[in-house]
C-alpha cells in the first residue's frame, strides 16, 4: 500500500509524543477505520464507536510504532483485532445472557405460588418462636445443648467442647435435653415439635 506522506509526517510527530499530530492522524484515519474495517465485522455503531476508542488507546500507549510503516495499514490492523476482540466478547455476553435468562424462566416457573410461599414462611416463623418459648424454659444446660447442637448444628465433639465435657456425658445431656423440651412442648402446645398428636 503506497505511503500517504502526510500521515507518515504526522507519525514522526507523533512518535516523539506531539498530540496535535495524534489528533490529526485520527481526523484523517477515524471515518475511513470505522466504515471499511470497523462496520464489516461489528455492524453496531455503538460497537463501532467502543473498538475505534480502544484503538486510538493502543495508539497513545505506543505512538513510536506509527512510524515503523504505513500508518493506516498499522492503524487498520489494531482496529480489526479490537473488533474481533469485541465480536467475541459480545458473542460470549450473548451465550450467557441467553444462559441466564433460560436459567430465570425456570427458576420462575418452579417457585411455588407466592400465597403458599408466605403461608409456608409464616408457619415455619411460628414454629421458631414455639421452639425458642419452650427453650426459654427450660434448663439452661439443656436449652445450650440443644442450640448447640441443632440451631447452631456443631458436632458432638465441639459440643462436648463448649460445654465442657466429654462427648460420652454430652451425649447423655442431649438425651435429657431432648425429653425435656418434647415434655415441655406438649404441655404448652398439646402436641409434640414437629406436628404429631
Known amino acids: 500500500m503506497e505511503r500517504d506522506p502526510i500521515l507518515a509526517e504526522l507519525a514522526r510527530s507523533a512518535a516523539t509524543g506531539d498530540r496535535a499530530s495524534l489528533r490529526e492522524i485520527y481526523e484523517r484515519t477515524a471515518q475511513r477505520l470505522f466504515r471499511e474495517v470497523l462496520v464489516p465485522i461489528l455492524v453496531s455503531r455503538a460497537a463501532c ?9 493502543a495508539v497513545l500507549e505506543h505512538p513510536a510504532r ?8 498499522f492503524l487498520a490492523t489494531i482496529a480489526r ?42 408457619a415455619r416463623m411460628l414454629a421458631r418462636e414455639k421452639v425458642e418459648a419452650v427453650l426459654v424454659r427450660m434448663s439452661a444446660r439443656y436449652a445450650q445443648a440443644l442450640r448447640l447442637r441443632l440451631l447452631e448444628e456443631r458436632t458432638r465433639d465441639q459440643c462436648a467442647a463448649a460445654l465442657g465435657t466429654t462427648v460420652g456425658a454430652f451425649d447423655v445431656l442431649f438425651f435429657r435435653a431432648c425429653k425435656q423440651f418434647r415434655a415441655l412442648y406438649v404441655e404448652s402446645h398439646g402436641r409434640r415439635a414437629g406436628g404429631t398428636k
Do not use: C, H, M, W
Open 81 to 122: 483485532n479490537k473488533a474481533l476482540d469485541r465480536r467475541r466478547r459480545l458473542a460470549t455476553e450473548g451465550r450467557f445472557a441467553q444462559a441466564l435468562a433460560s436459567e430465570l424462566e425456570q427458576a420462575e416457573a418452579a417457585l411455588p405460588d407466592p400465597e403458599d410461599a408466605v403461608q409456608a414462611l409464616e
Open 66 to 73: 506509527l512510524a515503523q510503516g504505513e500508518v493506516f495499514a
Open 49 to 57: 464507536e467502543d473498538a475505534l476508542k480502544e484503538t486510538f488507546v
